[in-house]
Each structure stands twice: as C-alpha cells, then as structure tokens.
C-alpha cells in the first residue's frame, strides 16, 4: 500500500520560512518523480514544483521561482520543499504526489496523493 504523508506546515507570518515533508512508503521511491501542489479554499489545485526520480531535474512554478525549492533524499524516502520569503498568497493545503520517472505540472497525471498539510502565512 502506496502512503505520502506530509508534514510540516503551520503559522508563518509574511517573510518567514517553512520546510515541508513528505516521506513516502510502499513504492519504489527512486524510480519516482515527485511533485508538491497547493490548493487554496475555492481555488484549483496548483504545481508548485517538481523533482525528477534522480533529482537532476527540478521545475518550480513561476509564481514560487527564487523562493522555493524542491529537493529529495532518495535512502530516506523523503520530499523537501523550502519555502523562504513567503507570502499570503502561498497560505493553502500543500499536498504531495508521486508518478513515473519525471515530473509534470498536470495533476491528473500523479498516481499518489497525500492528505496535504496546511500553511498559513499571516500578513
């Protein structure tokens, strides 16, 4: 049985950072791209980055370049994102996902989904 769990988000006010989690079990994990995606109340589910099953590709969306950053620890099963200088328009449910090989910005092409964890940057 395939499990993402994330961890990691909270309170932050404007400018702050988070460092979100998301350790995986019951797959194959290096041989899986992973991506992080948000979800804001009323609002579509958004790519904020994705990482390649060797980590040499990372592909961070427009709005969170320069800010973010996506990275992986392949013999820990594990999924970063570094989130500096936020803002509160980054305050949604952040979920990972993982799907073949290498990443891609359409949700509907994930496999597996975690349950999300909040982050809410107050201004």
């Known amino acids: 049985q395939v499990q993402l769990v994330e961890s990691g988000g909270g309170l932050v006010q404007a400018g702050g950072s988070l460092r979100l989690s998301c350790a995986a079990s019951?797959?194959?994990?290096?041989?899986?791209?992973l991506g992080w995606f948000r979800q804001a109340p009323g609002k579509e589910r958004e790519f904020v980055a994705g990482?390649?099953?060797?980590?040499?590709?990372?592909v961070p969306a427009d709005s969170v370049k320069g800010r973010f950053t996506i990275s992986r620890d392949n013999a820990q099963n594990t999924v970063y994102l570094q989130m500096n200088s936020l803002k509160p328009e980054d305050t949604a449910v952040y979920y990972c996902a993982s799907r073949a090989y290498y990443t891609s910005a359409d949700p509907r092409s994930y496999n597996y989904w975690g349950q999300g964890t909040q982050v809410t940057v107050s201004s």
């Open positions: 019951g797959l194959r994990f290096s041989r899986y791209a």
């Open positions: 990482i390649s099953w060797n980590g040499e590709s990372t």
